[in-house]
T-cell receptor, first 115, second 112 residues
């Protein structure tokens, strides 16, 4: 079964440092997403991305965050200057198309710990 | 913003019991999804509902899309230990690049 792959599985970083979280979406999917889950809380939408552009972003996704599809397979989330409150699980997801939720698949996540 | 509240927050049940959990929204969705999350993993889709009133089953799981489009429930029959996890509902109003709005989750523990 096709999978969304995320690396690393766990990242520890110092406050103020930049981090890049990486995702390889399912190969024939065209829409990509990042979500965040603070420990013990619900999963929250950050951003959706299609055709090399952000389609929608939440109020959490401020100027400290950026996304990029640097090549044909990777989709990255960059946090420019990490804060303690950025500590969370970050999930990447992809869908084959934007209409509907068919095939909406999540990766296993990257646990980001900011110290 | 849209809020999805799930109840109960947590459940402790014995193996073999049936489970029911629900999700209510402050606004309408045209798609409801139910996910299960296990520790250290991402959400895994259990059931998708696309039409108000729809009742869909997946093995021992049954979910319904409420007529008002503001609620959904998930039932698990004859629970087994591997049902342990956190169950999330999620709503979507499908358009370009559909975002999911997740509920607060129901933590299920199954004892032998």
């Amino acid at each position: 079964e096709p999978e969304v792959t995320q690396t690393p599985s766990h990242q520890v970083t110092q406050m103020g440092q930049e981090v890049i979280l990486r995702c390889v979406p399912i190969s024939n999917h065209l829409y990509f997403y990042w979500y965040r889950q603070i420990l013990g809380q619900k999963v929250e939408f950050l951003v959706s991305f299609y055709n090399n552009e952000i389609s929608e972003k939440s109020e959490i996704f401020d100027d400290q965050f950026s996304v990029e599809r640097p090549d044909g397979s990777n989709f990255t989330l960059k946090i420019r200057s990490t804060k303690l409150e950025d500590s969370a699980m970050y999930f990447c997801a992809s869908t084959p198309w934007g209409q509907g939720t068919y095939g909406y698949t999540f990766g296993s996540g990257t646990r980001l710990t900011v110290v | 913003g849209q809020q999805l509240n799930q109840s109960p927050q947590s459940m402790f049940i014995q193996e073999g019991e049936d489970v029911s959990m629900n999700c209510t929204s402050s606004s309408i969705f045209n798609t409801w999804l139910w996910y299960k999350q296990e520790p250290g993993e991402g959400p895994v889709l259990l059931i998708a509902l696309y039409k108000a009133g729809e009742l869909t089953s997946n093995g021992r799981l049954t979910a319904q899309f409420g007529i008002t489009r503001k609620d959904s429930f998930l039932n698990i029959s004859a629970s087994i230990p591997s049902d342990v996890g956190i169950y999330f509902c999620a709503g979507a109003n499908t358009g370009t690049a559909s975002k999911l709005t997740f509920g607060t989750g129901t933590r299920l523990q199954v004892t032998l």
